[in-house]
């Protein structure tokens, strides 16, 4: 078989959604350096590699070269802003802003975006915003919108200190439902795409986790991850498995917007309820209670006919 290279960019866009968010604990060396790459990519990377290669043929074309051009100036713009943001707030807390005169710090707000939980979500909102005009509305939307949902990530990140762009648990709930129902042309490959990938990266980094050295785990989920996710449109022939990939797919962005609420109560229930040290076991239950609430959310949308269309 042979891979093309929209596969590939699939393939990096998946491992960014899940990397992130499993190659947490504990921080080795590898971890650090995977998760400083997901930090910045997987906020704006992944929405821009799954849109465009749905929306453009197999080669990107002068299309995307255009659409990548139109955000190069606003993301230049919302760094200066974020930044002014940050000095103020600096000051009005009387902390140091010795680190405005590291190289480091600049090549780290540029590079980066500082944690995707600053000026990185005015970029996710102008892309959320069109997508879902383009697919829904059926034509372009005013600046306004997006600026509207700019400025409301600054509110947050103002009166929320530790506010992040990606692990907010607003900002999935807005992000990923508006998403799904956006890319709901899409065929089943997508969904497949992402719910095995993850599912995949689960039992490995479970298994990893418990028998080999962390950095050397960190080292064989990241590695292989991209490749595989690149592979999945084709690895599912049988009508059987396809209906299986294609069910995991769908409850795989209700899994991510259930995490931030499960992780909780599955520490808390082994962790104080019954004393159990982290562990493999408080992320399994952590995943099994996200499937249960990914379910139920699709029960609940499933239910509504209005809605009914955009989850089938």
């Known amino acids: 078989m042979r891979l093309y290279g929209i596969d590939i960019l699939r393939g990096i866009a998946a491992f960014g959604i899940v990397g992130c968010h499993l190659l947490t604990e504990p921080r080795t060396a590898a971890g650090s350096a995977i998760l400083h790459f997901c ?17 453009l043929p197999e080669g990107l074309g002068a299309s995307l070269r255009h659409r990548l051009g139109r955000l190069v100036p606003i993301y230049v713009l919302w760094t200066l802003v974020f930044l002014f943001v940050q000095f103020i707030l600096k000051m009005v807390h009387h902390e140091g802003l010795a680190q405005y005169g590291q190289i480091g710090f600049w090549i780290s707000v540029v590079f980066k975006g500082c944690g995707s939980g600053g000026y990185l979500w005015f970029i996710i909102a102008l ?15 005013s600046i306004v919108v997006p600026l509207m949902l700019a400025a409301s990530g600054i509110g947050l990140s103002i009166l929320m200190p530790y506010w992040n762009g990606h692990g907010h648990f607003m900002f999935r709930l807005f992000g990923f439902v508006w998403l799904g129902i956006a890319l709901r042309r899409v065929s089943y490959g997508t969904w497949r795409l992402y719910g095995v990938g993850a599912l995949f990266a689960l039992i490995l980094h479970v298994v990893l986790q418990s028998w080999v050295h962390p950095t050397l785990r960190d080292l064989l989920v990241s590695v292989p991850l991209c490749l595989f996710a690149a592979r999945l449109p084709t690895c599912f022939a049988t009508p059987r498995i396809s209906a299986v990939a294609r069910f995991l797919g769908k409850t795989s962005l209700g899994v991510y917007l259930m995490h931030p609420l499960t992780a909780r109560l599955g520490n808390v229930l082994l962790e104080h309820v019954f004393a159990a040290p982290y562990g493999p076991g408080v992320v399994l239950l952590d995943w099994l209670l996200a499937w249960v609430g990914a379910l139920g959310l699709a029960a609940v949308f499933c239910s509504i006919p209005s809605t009914r269309r955009f989850v089938q």
């Open 39 to 55: 930090g910045m990519n997987v906020a704006v990377f992944a929405v821009l590699a799954g849109y465009f290669t749905h929306i």
């Open 127 to 141: 892309i959320y915003t069109q997508v879902m005009a383009l697919f829904i509305l059926r034509k372009p939307v």
